[in-house]
């Protein structure tokens, strides 16, 4: 377990309430194995299943969350795990395309129950296991695939979805479905069990969640990221200890239930659990023990790009700042003036024409020699040179010259979002 | 769909016979067009310009040899669109390769060393250039013989400049006046082009773009221009960029009165796809929509142009890929009995451009003084164009079909034609996504199968593939 570089902070997280549906699990059993964790020759116990279900369902109630249902089909002994059946964003319903037969009709009664309740519903062309494989995070789609869903079906959620898919392969059967090995606990937290993901995988969630909370192979045995977040409470496995903890430093509350007899199908809370994602108002969510920068966004006099800067807003936005966007071309004096006038809490240059390193120089020798703005925040990004990333000779230079940061195209803004958090948290100054 | 557009089909070429056969002699840029509309061939165009005048005259030869009826392209390098010509210069003195042909720095006795023998009544030659203050480009184009040229008051100003629009619309009412004056002495019948119908490449709705185009000609004719051209920018959805054009060539009829004028469609101007294969169908898209929608020009892109700047072959190459494309389209088109021109499913985009014209009229009679107020009062809003002139309230969105659409008008006067959309404002990841939507929609060869499923709307129920039937 890493020591989280976030720490054991006081950091506040909010709950925010969902929709759930959930299958109750009238027929459920262990009739065939199409994963390891099932075996038919041991009998289940209908009514511990159920009581397990139960409690599941009724803690969504108590923590204020809306639970649907979806009527349970005969013959369909894993309709229970209901996160299989669909992947639903802003509204937009993709039913799943099972792998196996044995679960193959499980796809009509999700698809009949969306329609009837006026989703906008397609049914996956290629095998996919709806949010078994499919995780909303970071303003992405995470998305797994190597035992059930098909990579050709990445692209078509981000066609149905319109967000970026990160496609993720998945390498230990015992974890067969992305929500087996990875959790999201809000839209910036995630926590995984990095073995059950390829080499080039893992490597992709360091870079785009350094601060995700990664687990042993005793939470991981215990289904422990097949949990629930609202955002603060987190429904989960009671037999993950380590992550548990784990989740309290970190501010989180988990709240423990048996899901021993679901596990003897493979599944855990998640899989009872879809999440009904509704059109969300453009309203954006507010973050915890954050305050509202004052932002500038700006680009150098000699470049006409528009794109960035609008992206930069919108991105700059959503994370609740105000932002003042002077555009493209803007003249030295400009900025320097707009910048007296408002006396924003950042400055954020984006230049993609490459002449940053030189526009850039040249701006923040004006920028400081104004006594006012000598302790603004002011960071770069963008393509700064001609010829791809500048290396760590034109970066020093510009930080030198009095630049708080700079962000260069690739990695660029990952590192951007978490310098704009330690801002927010007032840890930067 | 594409067997007959790669450019191996040999038979679709041989269409393009002899292309400067119209018969007579053009006096102008428009005339070369409308011969060629009415002999039925659609005429290509390249964007090239490259600042050594060696190498721009092989373009335009190369230009003029490529089996298509083709008309020649300068474009102007980025120093001389924004005035820097004392930097233009300095490269020229250097010898320092610019982004294209900077026609003022360069004196008047090279550029008709390029243009000698090529350029001429059956091969006009059109300056392109991106400046909102262009009287010293018209003035150089002039001198150098040359009479076609395009950009706009607005269109020039807003995505590219921070030039106050007002200082720009009295710029170009002075680079009108000059380019008019041409026509009167009886010479050449100066062209001027509207560049309206791009405004930042992507993801603006048509309604506005075709209203832009229609009024920057309006304000041409209001300053002397006899001859012009309405541009479209080939946008996200086949469907309904034909509906457009089809719009913006009813507008044009209805308000440009006893004046040469015709539609220019511009191929895929945002992202542009990686891929070879998808950068040729992105085009010959482009080519069939000139073709059914009665547009007679067409601006291409080439394979190279996701990369790098383009060479004169890889223009060569989509100049001919255009041409055999739209010639495929027409056979094609005769083929099915008329019909296949003219008919588009009206979704409001006539009404629309309509509203937003007669909003500027309304203004006031002065065309340039309308259009400026117009945009402080957010009846015209280019959404995403942070120019500080545009009212950035309106904002857009690609819905699930692939259409441009608006998710807020802010203050344009087209409220009671939009429909609710129930559209959610778009994200920065959703921005992203939209931006590529294009250049993924082309390049993801395995999207092919994707397309063919019909979205099910809801509430429209029909059975899912029967139970087991699932691929493995």
């Known amino acids: 377990m890493s020591p989280s570089p976030g720490g054991a902070v006081d950091v506040r997280r909010t709950a925010s309430t969902r929709r759930y549906l959930m299958c109750p699990p009238t027929y459920f059993d262990v009739v065939y194995s199409i994963n390891p964790w099932m075996d038919p020759s041991k009998p289940i116990d209908p009514d511990l299943a159920a009581l397990q279900?139960?409690?599941?369902?009724?803690?969504?109630?108590?923590?204020?969350?809306?639970?649907?249902?979806?009527?349970?089909?005969?013959?369909?002994?894993?309709?229970?795990?209901a996160a299989n059946g669909a992947t639903v964003m802003d509204g937009r319903a993709l039913v799943s395309r099972f792998l196996h037969d044995e679960r193959a009709a499980e796809a009509a009664a999700y698809t009949d129950w969306f329609v009837s309740q006026g989703f906008e519903v397609r049914q996956a062309a290629w095998t996919n296991e709806g949010e078994g494989d499919c995780l909303a995070a970071g303003g992405w789609v995470l998305a797994g695939s190597g035992f059930r869903t098909d990579r050709r079906s990445h692209v078509e959620s981000e066609e149905f979805f319109g967000r970026p898919v990160i496609g993720l392969t998945l390498v230990d059967d015992n974890y067969y479905h992305l929500d087996t090995a990875l959790g999201v606990l809000d839209e910036q937290t995630i926590m995984y069990y990095p073995a059950a993901f390829s080499l080039g995988s893992q490597e992709i969630l360091r870079g785009l969640f350094p601060d995700a909370i990664t687990v042993t192979d005793e939470d991981a045995a215990a289904f422990g990221v097949n949990a629930t977040s609202d955002g603060h409470h987190v429904v989960m496995p009671a037999g993950a200890t380590h992550l548990a903890a784990e989740l309290r430093s970190r501010g989180f509350e988990p709240v423990g239930v048996d899901v021993s007899e679901l596990l003897r199908a493979g599944g855990g809370v998640k899989c009872c659990t879809l999440e009904l994602r509704d059109p969300v108002p453009a309203e954006p969510e507010t973050r915890p023990a954050s305050r509202s920068l004052s932002v500038i966004v700006t680009s150098v006099a000699s470049d006409s790009h528009n794109w960035n800067l609008v992206f930069l807003q919108l991105h700059l936005e959503e994370l609740g700042h105000q932002v003042l966007n002077l555009g493209p071309c803007?003249?030295?004096?400009l900025l320097?003036?707009?910048?007296?006038?408002?006396?924003?809490?950042?400055?954020?240059?984006?230049t993609v024409n490459g002449h940053g390193f030189f526009d850039g120089r040249r701006l923040?020798?004006?920028l400081r020699a104004c006594p006012e703005l000598a302790a603004t925040r002011v960071v770069i990004g963008g393509k700064l040179g001609i010829a791809g990333p500048g290396g760590r000779r034109s970066r020093d230079e510009l930080l030198s010259a009095g630049f708080d940061a700079v962000f260069e195209e690739g990695t660029g803004m990952v590192a951007f979002r978490a310098f704009t958090e330690r801002l927010t948290a007032g840890a930067d100054r | 769909m594409s067997a007959e557009a790669g450019s191996s089909g040999d038979s679709s070429r041989s269409s393009g016979g002899s292309p400067r056969s119209f018969g007579g002699s053009s006096r102008s840029f428009g005339e070369f067009v409308a011969r060629a509309h009415a002999a039925g061939e659609l005429v290509v165009q390249p964007r090239m310009g490259m600042s050594s005048p060696i190498t721009m005259r092989a373009g335009l030869l190369a230009t003029k040899r490529a089996i298509a009826t083709t008309v020649g392209t300068i474009t102007l390098d980025s120093y001389t669109r924004v005035g820097d010509n004392a930097s233009a210069a300095a490269a020229v003195g250097s010898g320092a390769e610019l982004n294209g042909y900077p026609i003022v720095a360069h004196d008047l006795a090279t550029t008709r060393g390029v243009l000698e023998g090529i350029a001429g009544p059956e091969f006009p030659v059109q300056v392109r250039h991106g400046s909102a203050r262009p009287e010293h480009i018209f003035r150089a184009l002039m001198a150098a013989g040359m009479h076609a040229t395009e950009g706009g008051p607005v269109s020039y100003c807003l995505p590219?400049?921070?030039?106050?629009?007002?200082?720009?619309?009295?710029?170009?009412?002075?680079?009108c006046a000059l380019l008019a004056e041409l026509g009167e002495g009886g010479g050449a019948e100066p062209h001027l082009e509207t560049f309206g119908g791009c405004m930042m490449g992507q993801l603006c709705p048509p309604s506005l773009l075709i209203a832009l185009s229609v009024l920057e000609c309006m304000?041409?004719?209001?300053?002397?221009?006899?001859?012009?051209?309405?541009?479209?920018?080939q946008q996200t959805n086949a469907d309904q960029d034909t509906e457009a054009v089809?719009?913006?060539?009813?507008?044009a009829a209805e308000r440009l009165h006893g004046v040469d004028a015709h539609i220019v469609v511009y191929a895929y101007m945002g992202v542009y796809p990686r891929t070879p294969d998808g950068a040729t169908r992105l085009l010959t898209e482009a080519a069939r929509l000139a073709v059914r929608t009665g547009a007679a020009r067409l601006i291409v892109k080439t394979v190279a142009e996701a990369y790098r700047i383009p060479s004169i072959a890889d223009n060569v190459g989509a100049l001919e890929t255009a041409a055999a494309a739209a010639a495929a389209e027409r056979r094609g088109a005769a083929g099915t009995a008329g019909t296949a021109r003219g008919t588009a499913e009206d979704t409001g985009i006539y009404a629309e451009a309509s509203a937003l014209i007669d909003a500027v009229i309304e203004l006031g009679p002065d065309l340039g003084a309308a259009l400026a107020q117009a945009f402080k009062a957010g009846y015209l809003d280019v959404p995403y164009c942070l120019h500080p002139d545009n009212a950035r309230r309106a904002r857009s969105y690609i819905d699930t079909t692939g259409r441009l659409q608006w998710s807020s008008i802010g203050s344009m006067p087209i409220r009671p034609m939009i429909k609710?959309?129930?559209?959610?404002?778009l994200t920065s990841a959703g921005l992203i996504s939209s931006l590529s939507y294009v250049e993924r929609k082309f390049d993801t060869a395995s999207l092919g199968e994707y397309l063919a499923l019909p979205v099910r709307p809801a509430g429209s129920a029909e059975p899912v593939r029967p139970a087991g039937s699932a691929e493995r």
């Open chain 1, 53 to 81: 279900w139960q409690r599941i369902r009724d803690l969504y109630v108590e923590l204020g969350h809306t639970v649907e249902f979806i009527e349970p089909v005969p013959g369909l002994p894993d309709m229970v795990f």
């Open chain 1, 364 to 366: 923040i020798g004006l």
């Open chain 1, 330 to 333: 803007v003249p030295d004096e």
């Open chain 2, 246 to 251: 089809l719009a913006l060539r009813r507008l």
């Open chain 2, 160 to 175: 590219y400049s921070r030039e106050p629009l007002e200082s720009s619309i009295s710029s170009w009412v002075r680079s």
């Open chain 2, 420 to 425: 609710p959309s129930g559209a959610v404002a």
């Open chain 1, 336 to 350: 320097v003036s707009e910048c007296l006038r408002t006396r924003p809490d950042l400055v954020v240059v984006s």
């Open chain 2, 219 to 233: 304000f041409f004719v209001q300053h002397g221009l006899r001859s012009v051209s309405l541009s479209y920018a």
